[in-house]
């Protein structure tokens, strides 16, 4: 209970001040959307460009760890894809978007406040490990896919041009892309730009938080309520436990296992609802399960701190 209080529930307070401040009209559409646009293209490419450029590759990309999450996040995928066309009778576009949701956990937005709050903002380390080819992985497995449905027979060539010119219009991968050259290159950033980039970074996860609080006012709960539900369970449930048993197969370490899962169980990110809507399949379903499965994440967390070390 301590844990859900100091930890879990300060991250969803703020959330909850962005909703009720947008739901209330004390915060425009307008507004949200500018702050979204401000976190999302900006401020997040930042932090991310920041943690990529100062992590230490050699130590923080353990195998171990990379191949336990996202082994859990495709796992999660193929539970999506398989059951939203098997189980609900979706067409394969609409197959594709449900596994995406079922793919793309809020990694960032939730993952890094929880950890940070959790265990400390020296564990996050691993954290950004995986946040680093997150976004590359998961577009990459989800554009693919539903190229490759929608295709039916167009060319592969045709099919890899859509997925490299989506992948590389994104700003979270424009932002990794960048930090890896600096850590590669080894060039030192002038401290007025370290000093910039500090400032920008202290602003993106509180904003977002609100901004996503905003956000989740349009995304009300309607029908499809079987699927909605099966996407939470996958994305909560199966993902971190796929990672948990992995990770505890390889014994990772306490600090890296504790990254992996809480990263894996948390809610499906806004991505999946931004995929399902850029493609026009089961948005309802994208949209209800991010904002189902966001509220929900207060009992699932808590409940995957109390059996991690």
Known sequence: MQALLEVI??????????????????FSAAGVD?????TQKFAIPCLLFVAIARLDLAQEF?????LSFYAGALSGFLLGLFGARNLFGRSWE??????????FSNSVLLGLPITERAYGAEALSANFAIIAIHSPFCYGVGITAMEV??????????????????MFSNTLILGIAAG????LSGLPLPGPVDDA???????????????????LVRYRPEGDMRAILYVCAVSLLAHPAITYGLGRA????????????????????????????????????????????????VLTAWGWLQVLP
């Open 9 to 26: 529930l300060p991250v969803f307070l703020v959330i909850g001040f962005g909703y009720l401040a947008h739901w209330r009209g004390w």
């Open 149 to 166: 449905v929608r295709a039916r027979g167009q060319g592969a060539m045709r099919v890899a041009a859509k997925v490299l010119r989506a």
């Open 94 to 103: 609409d197959a594709v978007a449900i596994g995406f949701a079922c793919l």
């Open 180 to 183: 890896f050259a600096v850590n």
């Open 34 to 38: 500018g702050l979204m646009v401000f």
């Open 250 to 297: 390889f014994a990772l370490s306490p600090e890296a296992l504790r990254s992996a899962v809480v990263t894996g169980a948390m809610a499906p990110g806004v991505n999946a609802y931004i995929f399902a809507n850029m493609y026009g399949h089961a948005k309802r379903v994208a949209a209800s399960s991010v904002l189902i499965a966001t509220g929900l994440t």
């Open 197 to 215: 980039l500090d400032l920008m970074v202290r602003a993106a996860l509180p904003a977002a938080l609100f901004g996503l609080g905003g956000v």
């Open 62 to 66: 353990d195998w171990r760890l990379l």
